[in-house]
């Protein structure tokens, strides 16, 4: 089956519902072996992208992933990016604020780890936390010591939103193309894998009680992803809503939208002009010596 990632892109205007949008859909692969032949596709397509992307040197991609927890947000990286030059590829995981982290403005943190051109930047988790759980959980924002008429509720996802998309187009102004993932999974399908991290010795180390205090929030957190799609859903830098129920599935869309977003990319090795291939045949010539 043709994977077409417009399927799963959030249109720029669009007012989300993510009950309008499956967590889980029609598999795109027949089978476990068809499933293994498919990424090893993609993953061979996505080296090759990648080594033009290294040589070219003009152009940046950065791949952010954003999920509830259990949604897959590290198997996706581990399975999809596998065959990626390490030398060319990069992953950030953001965790809860340090103190220093707190004195900065809220992109602080995450724009000094932003890839450089000819580098593959992925962000395991963003600055988009600081919408969504800092949204939920009003005490991390209180904790970042802002001016009180900038706290308003009106004011301060205006305004954050507002900073996000005007970081996302001007990175894409400089050569950052921008790929976002929401990895979309049911309430459900997240207590299923809760399970198994308790019952299955080899995960406990995954699962801990916060994970239990977080899943309260599950509507709240709902709402809150619905307003951030929503307002930084953008045409150079889209949301991509992936159906994440079926782990497969959704490792082989993203690895297709990331192919997808390579393929408009202008990549190819730099040629040599006349007098560089004049001096390659000087330095052949006494090479053979």
């Given at each position: 089956?043709?994977?077409?990632?417009?399927?799963?892109?959030?249109?720029?205007?669009?007012?989300?519902?993510?009950?309008?949008?499956?967590?889980?859909?029609?598999?795109?692969?027949?089978?476990?072996?068809?499933y293994d032949k498919i990424l090893a596709e993609h993953i061979?397509?996505?080296?090759?992208?990648?080594?033009?992307?290294?040589?070219?040197?003009?152009?940046?991609?950065?791949?952010?992933?954003?999920?509830?927890?259990?949604?897959?947000?590290?198997?996706?990286?581990?399975?999809?990016?596998?065959?990626?030059?390490?030398?060319?590829?990069?992953?950030?995981?953001?965790?809860?604020?340090?103190a220093t982290e707190l004195k900065h403005d809220f992109l602080?943190?995450?724009?000094?780890?932003?890839?450089?051109?000819?580098?593959?930047?992925?962000?395991?988790?963003?600055?988009?936390?600081?919408?969504?759980?800092?949204?939920?959980?009003?005490?991390?924002?209180?904790?970042?010591?802002?001016?009180?008429?900038?706290?308003?509720?009106?004011?301060?996802?205006?305004?954050?939103?507002?900073?996000?998309?005007?970081?996302?187009?001007?990175?894409?102004?400089?050569?950052?193309?921008?790929?976002?993932?929401?990895?979309?999974?049911?309430?459900?399908?997240?207590?299923?894998?809760?399970?198994?991290?308790?019952?299955?010795?080899?995960?406990?180390?995954?699962?801990?009680?916060?994970?239990?205090?977080?899943?309260?929030?599950?509507?709240?957190?709902?709402?809150?992803?619905?307003?951030?799609?929503?307002?930084?859903?953008?045409?150079?830098?889209?949301?991509?809503?992936?159906?994440?129920?079926?782990?497969?599935?959704?490792?082989?869309?993203?690895?297709?939208?990331?192919?997808?977003?390579?393929?408009?990319?202008?990549?190819?090795?730099p040629r040599s002009d006349s007098k560089r291939r004049s001096?390659?045949?000087?330095?052949?010539?006494?090479?053979?010596?």
């Amino acid at each position: 089956m043709k994977i077409d990632s417009k399927w799963f892109r959030v249109s720029e205007g669009v007012k989300v519902s993510l009950r309008e949008w499956p967590t889980r859909v029609a598999p795109v692969f027949g089978s476990d072996k068809d499933y293994d032949k498919i990424l090893a596709e993609h993953i061979k397509a996505l080296s090759t992208r990648q080594k033009l992307l290294y040589a070219s040197n003009q152009y940046a991609v950065l791949l952010i992933f954003q999920a509830m927890d259990a949604a897959g947000k590290d198997g996706a990286i581990a399975h999809v990016m596998s065959g990626i030059n390490p030398q060319g590829c990069q992953v950030f995981s953001y965790k809860h604020p340090s103190a220093t982290e707190l004195k900065h403005d809220f992109l602080w943190r995450t724009t000094r780890d932003l890839p450089e051109r000819g580098r593959i930047g992925i962000f395991n988790r963003s600055y988009y936390e600081e919408v969504l759980i800092a949204r939920v959980h009003p005490e991390i924002l209180r904790a970042e010591s802002l001016p009180p008429e900038l706290l308003s509720e009106k004011r301060i996802w205006r305004d954050r939103f507002r900073s996000i998309n005007d970081l996302e187009r001007h990175l894409t102004c400089n050569g950052t193309r921008i790929v976002k993932i929401f990895l979309h999974m049911s309430k459900e399908e997240q207590r299923k894998r809760f399970l198994e991290r308790i019952d299955n010795p080899e995960k406990n180390w995954k699962f801990s009680s916060g994970d239990v205090e977080e899943r309260r929030f599950w509507a709240d957190y709902m709402h809150t992803y619905e307003k951030c799609l929503s307002a930084t859903s953008t045409a150079d830098a889209p949301w991509f809503v992936v159906p994440a129920d079926n782990k497969h599935n959704a490792r082989l869309i993203v690895s297709q939208i990331l192919l997808d977003t390579f393929a408009k990319l202008k990549l190819a090795f730099p040629r040599s002009d006349s007098k560089r291939r004049s001096e390659l045949k000087v330095l052949r010539t006494e090479l053979k010596r």
